[in-house]
Each structure stands twice: as C-alpha cells, then as structure tokens.
C-alpha cells in the first residue's frame, strides 16, 4: 500500500514562499510511471489543482499560479516537493500531495493521497 | 480557466439514486475523456470513486457509475447508502492542467 505524507512549516508569512514536502513510502517512484500532483483546499471551499510533475521531471501548473509554483522532485529520497512563492492569505489552505500510477501502456492503475496538510499565511 | 460547474446539492433517501452533474466547456470536458470522480468526507483526503469518465477503481462499489455528454459529464450513485452523505467534487483535464468542479454535498434524508 502506497502511503504519502506531507511536511512543512505550517504558518508562512506574507510575501514569502510556503515550501512542502510529500514523502511516498510503499513503492519507488522511480519503479513506474507516476504524476505527482499537489493540490490544495481553502477552509470550507473546494478542492484547487495547483500542479503535477512525472517522475521523468515533466511539469505541468494551474495557469492561474504557474508564475508563482515550482514542483520539483527527487526520485532518490522519493519525494516530491511544492514551492509558492510571494503568499498572501489567498493562499491558506489545507495542501494535499497525491500520487497517480500508470502501466507501461499509460493506463491509470492506482491513486493514493497524503492526509493533508493546513498552511496558514499570517504575519 | 474557471471551475466546473455543479450543483451545490443533492439528496436522496436510502436505496435512491442521485445524479450529480458537471459542466464545462469544449476546452475540458467536451473534448477530453479524462473526466475523475472524487468523494471527501469532512476531514478526510479526496478519494477517487470513476476516472476517465466511467472508470472505477479497484476497491469502489459498483454502485458508482460516470458518464459524459458533450460538455457535462454526470456521477451517478444508485443505492444511495448512509455512507455515501459526502461532498463530491468532478475534475477534468483541459489541455496541460486539470481543473476541479464546484462541488457537490450528497445528503441522505
């Protein structure tokens, strides 16, 4: 059973960058073909995409942040990371990290999400 | 890019089925079939119920099915069950990004 885990400061203060990690455990990702996505959740609001990177290091951002999100990732430590840079309180939400897995053909095989972590932007 | 569009609510009493619908427009789920599903219970992560359309992952009861027409994909739940009373949230690909549905909260009376 794949399992992730976010991790982070969990207050970041206005116009700096919130910085998160998302640990996968249960399976390498660098073993397949996995998109790692993070997305994000303002209190009682729905759910936002904020952006995904392949563990080939292909990236692909929310046009509405992409001048503001960098998705990197480091298939040794099997991790994957989210920086957003220049926060304002818009940006306090609960952020999630979520894995997708596909077979050598491209077809979907698995999902499996962190529990979620709230990142408040305050002074 | 502007959220999917869906209905706030539905409800439904135990053993109903409930639709909950999902509109978009011709650049995300009128011309893509990578329209996901996803269930979230009050504090809990997203958990995904159909992908790419009408898909269901290993593990979800056959009681949730998808479809499509034109621009507005539908989830539907037949036997509706205590445990389905949950937000439900649509996604779609549009081109390079994703992007959600408003989101719907299913109540069982």
């Known amino acids: 059973q794949v399992q992730l885990q976010e991790s982070g400061p969990g207050l970041v203060k206005p116009s700096q960058t919130l910085s998160l990690t998302c640990t996968v455990s249960?399976?390498?990702?660098?073993?397949?073909?996995?998109?790692l996505t993070w997305i994000r959740q303002p209190a009682g609001k729905g759910l936002e995409w904020i952006g995904r990177?392949?563990?080939?290091?292909?990236?692909n951002y929310n046009p509405s942040l992409k001048s503001r999100v960098t998705i990197s990732v480091d298939t040794s430590k099997n991790q994957f990371s989210l920086k957003l840079s220049s926060v304002t309180a818009a940006d306090t939400a609960v952020y999630y990290c979520?894995?997708?897995?596909?077979?050598?053909?491209?077809?979907?095989?698995?999902?499996?999400w962190g529990q979620g972590t709230l990142v408040a932007v305050s002074s | 890019q502007s959220a999917l569009t869906q209905p706030r609510s539905v409800s439904g009493s135990p053993g109903q089925s409930v639709t909950i619908s999902c509109t978009g427009t011709s650049s995300d789920v009128g011309t893509y079939n990578y329209v996901s599903w996803y269930q979230q219970h009050p504090g809990k992560a997203p958990k995904l119920m159909i992908y790419?359309?009408?898909k269901g992952p290993s593990g979800v009861p056959d009681r949730f099915s998808g479809s499509k027409s034109g621009n507005t994909a539908s989830l539907t739940i037949s036997g509706l069950q205590a445990e389905d009373e949950a937000d439900y949230y649509c996604c779609s690909y549009a081109g390079s990004d994703y992007v959600f549905g408003t989101g719907t909260k299913v109540t069982v009376l």
């Open positions: 790419d359309v009408s």
């Open positions: 249960g399976d390498s990702i660098s073993s397949g073909t996995y998109s």
């Open positions: 990177i392949y563990t080939s290091g292909s990236t």
């Open positions: 979520a894995s997708y897995s596909y077979d050598r053909s491209g077809y979907f095989q698995s999902n499996f």
